[in-house]
């Protein structure tokens, strides 16, 4: 995108911050927002969002929780373990980020329709506020 005094062509100026029109959008993002809709649909019928809990998450107390090291890695070694190829882990890479899902565990907060971690998370949130308010 072609830029004037630092600005983008077609952004608007508020404040000290460029922002893009509506109608502006990069093609990476009008094919990110064009395939979401599919590819969350086939994540959750192939039961992604769960394999990726179970791994971050687990149900049973005896098995190790995978660390989220801020990637994607779980998420790739989940899609590929459920053959999908390396243009498709992108596709789909692309459509969690742009649901807030910027690393494994973001995916769980974010992008999934349900997850045990975020539950957890609201859980001893919302007990922490309880004890503070008690004090």
């Known amino acids: 995108m072609t830029k004037r005094g630092g600005v983008p062509f077609g952004a608007t100026m508020v ?3 460029a922002y893009r029109t509506v ?16 590819v969350m649909t086939a994540l ?7 394999f990726l809990d179970d ?16 990637t ?4 790739t070694a989940i899609l590929n373990n459920h053959g999908f190829d390396s243009d498709d882990i992108s596709d789909v890479i692309a ?4 649901k807030g899902g910027c690393c494994d565990c973001e995916v769980l907060y974010n992008a999934a ?6 539950s957890k998370y609201w859980t001893r949130r919302a007990a922490h506020i309880h004890s503070d308010n008690s004090d």
Do not use: W, Y
């Open 113 to 118: 329709p349900e997850s045990r971690l975020r």
């Open 95 to 98: 459509v969690l980020k742009s």
């Open 44 to 50: 959750t019928a192939q039961h992604f969002f769960q």
């Open 55 to 70: 791994a971050i998450c687990p149900l049973a107390s005896e098995q190790p929780a995978a660390a989220c090291d801020g």
């Open 15 to 17: 404040g000290r911050r």
């Open 72 to 75: 994607h890695s779980i998420t």
């Open 23 to 38: 109608n502006e959008m990069s093609p990476d993002e009008e094919l990110v927002n064009s395939i979401a809709a599919d």
